[in-house]
């Protein structure tokens, strides 16, 4: 369905169109004088050969040198407004690429997480300063280059006109036989390239287990198939740019011949011999040059394809009107949800409220859902059915960027970005530096923090010092606190501590709850148990049961005795019967 409104993309290149107007109309000017040696040409032999005056040759020369500079100025012109249009194309489109790229990756749930776009964005540009897009402006001067032919000579036009048809031929065939096969290519390596990215982020798993060969040879089959498709798309369009070219310099060898015969017949002046072919030459080095370089052009269109996609995806979003800041009421109403990507759903029909300031665990055993739950309940996941509802409002009717200081996330998998310790814990906004050391204490971090080397002001990361897994997670755990959340989600927040970090996590929860903040936490250890309010129990994807965290405790303990009573009966009755 064609779009009635104007994306980031078509935006942009909008605002660039007085900027390639002034190419078209440099590009005017500079075609115009590349006609400048012909009749230079024609001027020597017509006037100084044959009459013998240095003095014209010598004005001539003068007056085509001073030509020829300026046309070499335009075209730097030329080339330096398109610097500046690519420039101003990615100073206005990167932020909202980066968006789009991050929306994408948090809709497939991080299986398409990569920088594609940004790429696709780089390439764009980078195509845009080259000479193939200077052919696409050079090419509509070939019918006045093919007029002035004529204007010589009728055959040298009709030999002009023909020489066009069969490189405009030759290009349309280069189109079809490498167009589609390029795009694929580029498709098999874009998706290459992600399982590149997924291997090296999992790359302690893969080297521990010894499966790099294996996925090596997984990563070679889809490689190689992408090096077959750019060998034959280079095979192909390599053939059809040697016969272009070939075709090119026999055309203006044989011109020659034609002048020849046209000059020995006094058709034609000796000078317009060279000068046609010259001229010739000239008018279809554009259609050379855009046969040389339609890879690039063909990449490049699937990249603003690919751009124009995403960046349509980003515009349709609808602005969200600005709510009051959260209390904390959560009310969830026949939840369903699914992963990314896939429609079986992991959580089915879960309805349950959660009053501000209440302390709720999720527990029950493993792929109950519980993980799937908190992702729907930060608004990270889209429900296929039914809604989390903040104070009321649809969690997902809430602007991220205006809500996300009052919401606190502690995931599973613990992320920590490079740059200092504060920064993190900041989420990398405008550091308060009392509220940092405020979060750092309640999430009990404070003194460890205190004695990196240094300090709060300590690089983690790639270019600084690397933390354990449980200072991972405290950090984590400050980063969550930051600020004034009102909903926070804790993730088996405990998984990575010891004792210490256990009792810090139980202070920790006990100053949110002061705060009025509503807590969730998943987890499987029964100490953090006695911190809560309410607990919800979940099984197989549904609730199995929810209320306060004394009767629910209360209900398990009676469950697991009967169970275990069951088991002893049954095993009486079995030794009884083999008495």
């Known amino acids: 369905m064609r779009s009635t409104h104007e994306n980031s993309l078509q935006s942009a290149l909008n605002t660039s169109r007085s900027s390639f107007l002034s190419i078209g109309f440099f590009s005017f000017f500079i075609n115009a004088l590349l006609l400048v040696p012909t009749f230079y040409m024609l001027q020597v032999y017509g006037r100084v050969v044959t009459g013998g005056s240095l003095s014209t040759l010598s004005m001539l020369t003068l007056i085509m040198t001073m030509l020829l500079l300026t046309m070499g100025s335009l075209e730097w012109v030329r080339s330096r407004i398109m610097v500046r249009v690519s420039t101003q194309l990615d100073v206005l489109l990167s932020r909202q690429v980066y968006k789009a790229g991050f929306k994408r990756a948090l809709e497939s749930g991080g299986m398409d997480a990569s920088a594609q776009s940004l790429s696709d964005l780089t390439g764009l540009r ?117 016969i272009a070219k070939t075709f090119r310099v026999l055309a203006q060898s044989l011109i020659l011949g034609l002048g020849a015969f046209l000059a020995v017949n006094h058709e034609i002046s000796p000078g317009l011999v060279i000068a046609g072919s010259v001229l010739l030459g000239r008018a279809l080095a554009p259609i050379d040059l855009i046969i040389g370089s339609w890879k690039g052009s063909v990449i490049a269109r699937s990249q603003y394809t690919r751009l124009n996609t995403v960046l349509e995806k980003l515009h349709a979003e609808p602005q969200r009107m600005c709510l009051p800041v959260p209390q904390g009421h959560v009310h969830v109403e026949n939840l369903v949800v699914a992963a990314p990507g896939s429609k079986t759903p992991i959580i089915r029909g879960i309805s349950f409220g959660a009053p501000a300031g209440s302390v709720v665990g999720i527990i029950g055993p493993s792929a109950s859902g519980k993980s799937t739950l908190g992702r729907a309940l930060m608004g990270v996941w889209v429900p296929q059915h039914g809604v989390v509802r903040l104070d009321g409002a649809d969690i997902s009717l809430w602007d991220k960027h205006e809500l996300g200081p009052h919401m606190g996330y502690l995931p599973q998998d613990i992320e920590l970005f490079e740059g200092t310790i504060s920064e993190n814990i900041a989420r990398f906004a405008d550091i308060d530096s009392e509220k940092v050391v405020h979060a750092a204490r309640m999430a009990g971090v404070h003194e460890m923090i205190l004695l990196l080397p240094q300090g709060y002001d300590t690089v983690i990361g790639s270019e600084g010092v690397n933390l354990s897994g449980g200072q991972r997670q405290r950090v984590g755990l400050a980063r969550a606190m930051y600020g004034t959340p009102r909903l926070i989600l804790l993730d088996e927040p405990n998984s990575n501590l010891d004792e210490v970090g256990e009792r810090a996590l139980a202070s920790a929860i006990r100053a949110l709850k002061l705060t ?64």
């Open 126 to 242: 980078q195509f845009l300063t080259g000479n193939g897009l200077f052919a696409f402006f050079d090419a509509p001067w070939l019918p006045i280059y093919v007029g002035v032919m004529f204007l010589f000579h009728p055959w040298y036009g009709w030999a002009a006109l023909g020489c066009a048809v069969i490189l405009l031929l030759l290009a349309f065939i280069n189109e079809r036989a490498t167009g589609r096969t390029l795009a694929q290519a580029n498709k098999e390596n874009s998706a290459a390239t992600l399982d590149i990215n997924k291997n090296l982020r999992n790359a302690e798993v893969i080297e521990s287990m010894g499966m790099l060969g294996s996925l090596m040879d997984r990563w070679s089959l889809r490689h190689a198939r992408v090096l077959i498709l750019q060998s034959r798309a280079s095979d192909k369009g390599g053939l059809i740019s040697a």
């Open 516 to 579: 009025g903040a509503t807590i969730f936490i998943i987890t499987h250890r029964t100490p953090i148990l006695a911190q809560l309010d309410r607990i919800l129990v979940m099984s197989n994807g549904g609730v199995s049961m929810y209320g306060p965290s004394n009767q629910v405790i209360a209900e398990l303990d009676a469950q697991q005795l009967a169970a275990r009573q069951k088991t002893t009966q049954g095993a009486t009755g079995t030794a009884a019967a083999s008495v």
